[in-house]
């Protein structure tokens, strides 16, 4: 039973990332628009790669030059007319700065008769940068390390990098000037805030010097007098020359999920796609569920799915391996021992979760067992931050390799 329930679990995941491949998605907004004669491609993040071959499938006639900045591993070879990066995620690195400055130089140039269709997808933030004065690689490498560790939400986060960045919120657009820019989207940011995706390169940036102060102090962040000097600058609020569209979401892919859930025989039920919280919380909260499925049969009874869609966060005091996604997976199993028939499984919809290669957890009932014959306390691994090494012992890792989208994540909770 066990064996036949992860496997619908692995069967339903797939068809959420499926459906926010990214071809589709650009092909078919791209089919809906007239191109100019002279387009200069510009994309950034994750799916940066396939987000651009399939725009030189639709728009390749008229695509004159571009640079696509994506995660080392992430693209599939050349594109022709296209100049290719791989650079650093989640930290930031000279090929971020490389990537970036290559594409401030193909727009500076333009005029207000050339648009820049501008590609983006998650893992913008950390993948496409230029330091203003005075600011090292060094420097915007610790701030992000901080900033990963502390717990911080991606709107938090990504409020920070803005500020850092001459690119982010909204500069980049800015920087291209007078040329239009057509941005499309495959939003990884809880409620597809446009101003957060990818720290908002080519959108008005909605946060504040205010808002920046708070998240200095909330989460104790230690920085430097030029970097205090940097925060305390406003990005801009308003572009007149962006146009913008989310072509995918988490939503898309939970609500695929949910469908392909009702095709394997389950009753779904889409809990949120807006999960925001720690993992380990959210992984005992989803393991309540399932024992109040099981023996209440509420919030609906089995055989059903539970579904989420969002981003948890996790605060990192261990010295272990791991991801968020990992995180919340042992933390349901430790809470799921010796519950029979239930499987849950969390993973990142880009096929990475945290610095690992993994893209999340798959647990049930008798992973806790497993973890205690191999000699792991679960507890331990827990408090450490080390679910990868756990759930790799228990043969529990969930590893597709890079699937080209990026969408937040999506958590399955199913129950025979």
Partial sequence: MIAALREDARFILDRAVEAVSPEPAVRNFLRSVTPPPRVTLVAIGKAAWRMAQAALAEWGDVIAQGVVVTKYGHSQGELPGLEVYEAG?????????????????????????????????????????ALPEGVTLDDLQAINEQLLRSGANIVEINAIRKRLSLVKGGRFARRAAPARVLTLALSDVLGDRLDTIASGPAYPDATT?????????????????????????????????????????????VEAAAQAAQERGYRPLILTTTLDCEAREAGRFLAAIARSVRSEQKPLAPPCAVLCGGETVVTVVGAGRGGRNQELALSAAIALAGLPDVVL?????????GPTDAAGGIVDGET???????????????????????????????ITGPTGTNVNDVTLLLVK
């Fill in 89 to 129: 995620h989640p930290l930031p690195d000279a090929n971020s700065l490389r990537g970036a400055q290559r594409a401030l130089e193909l727009v500076d140039p333009l005029g207000a008769e050339d648009l820049v269709l501008f590609l983006v997808s998650g893992g913008g933030s950390a993948l496409f940068e």
């Fill in 209 to 253: 010097v205010e808002t920046v102060r708070a998240i200095v102090d909330k989460y104790r962040l230690a920085l430097s007098p030029k970097l205090r000097q940097l925060l305390e600058q406003e990005t801009p609020k308003a572009l007149d020359n962006v146009e913008t569209h989310i072509i995918g979401s988490v939503r898309v892919a």
């Fill in 345 to 353: 499984a969390s993973v990142g919809t880009d096929g990475t979760d």
């Fill in 368 to 398: 806790a067992a497993r973890l205690a014959a191999q000699g792991v306390d679960a507890q331990r691994a827990l408090a450490d931050n080390d679910a990868y090494t756990a759930l790799r012992a228990s043969g529990d890792l969930l």
